[in-house]
């Protein structure tokens, strides 16, 4: 069983487009993550959600809104597609908030292309 | 500002060698500190934690030390096998909000 999916797995997309990336966990925890990984490989936190409640939100442009209907699903719906937002998106979740050094389990990752 | 530098600089190293892969960090003292591995396609798959009172932790082959005065954990794989070939990432959490920093990786190649 898929501890944590995402779909897609590849998305290329114009310019200007709005895109959607969708992730699931069945791991029964109770935080989220998005996570961005550029082409240097920095993995670097982008919104974590804690039982449905945005917890952290890093300096992202608003053109990126996570939205969690429920705490096994945590989308990311991206408008106005920006060359700079090619990278791949890695969804992880926890079973609390990592500060207590609860380890992450991330997904596959989505590999965006902006053309 | 907190900072987290390993080793940009592929590690090659011959099949049966002990790597020994460097997580230096800067401007705070974390209370654990984990190493995760990450494999080309992949997401990274979490290896092991250390607390700031443990000097050392073993995995199998695996060893991590943390060093809070040096401000560094080294990682070592003993009897290296291809297979270990990845990227390995440290990871701290943030003195403010819990969220962790990776660091950007150091890429592994063991040679048969």
């Known amino acids: 069983d898929t501890a944590v999916s995402q779909t897609p797995k590849y998305l290329v997309t114009q310019m200007g487009n709005d895109k959607s990336i969708k992730c699931e966990q069945n791991?029964?925890?109770?935080?989220m993550y998005w996570y961005k990984q550029d082409s240097k490989k920095f993995l670097k936190i982008m919104f974590s959600?804690?039982?449905?409640?945005?917890?952290i939100n890093e300096t992202v442009p608003n053109r990126f809104s996570p939205k969690s209907p429920d705490k096994a699903h945590l989308n990311l719906h991206i408008n106005s597609l920006e060359l700079g937002d090619s990278a791949v998106y890695f969804c992880?979740?926890?079973?609390?908030?990592?500060?207590?050094?609860?380890?992450?389990?991330f997904g596959p990752g989505t590999r965006l292309t902006v053309l | 500002s907190q900072k987290i530098e390993q080793n940009s600089e592929a590690l090659n190293i011959q099949e049966g060698k002990t790597a020994t892969l460097t997580c230096n960090y800067t401007?705070?003292?974390?209370?654990?500190l984990q190493w995760y591995r990450q494999d080309p396609g992949r997401g990274p798959v979490f290896l092991l934690l250390?607390?700031?009172?443990?000097k050392e932790k073993r995995k199998e082959r695996l060893k991590v030390t943390f060093d809070t005065t040096l401000k560094q954990s080294l990682f070592h794989i003993t009897a290296s096998q291809p297979a270990d070939s990845a990227t390995y990432l440290c990871?701290?959490?943030?003195?403010?909000?819990?969220?962790?920093?990776f660091g950007q990786g150091t890429t592994l190649q063991v040679k048969p």
């Open positions: 992880a979740s926890s079973q609390r908030v990592s500060g207590g050094g609860d380890t992450q389990y």
């Open positions: 250390i607390r700031e009172n443990e």
């Open positions: 990871a701290l959490p943030s003195s403010n909000t819990g969220k962790l920093i």
């Open positions: 791991l029964g925890h109770d935080t």
């Open positions: 401007n705070y003292s974390p209370a654990y």
């Open positions: 959600y804690n039982n449905k409640e945005l917890i």
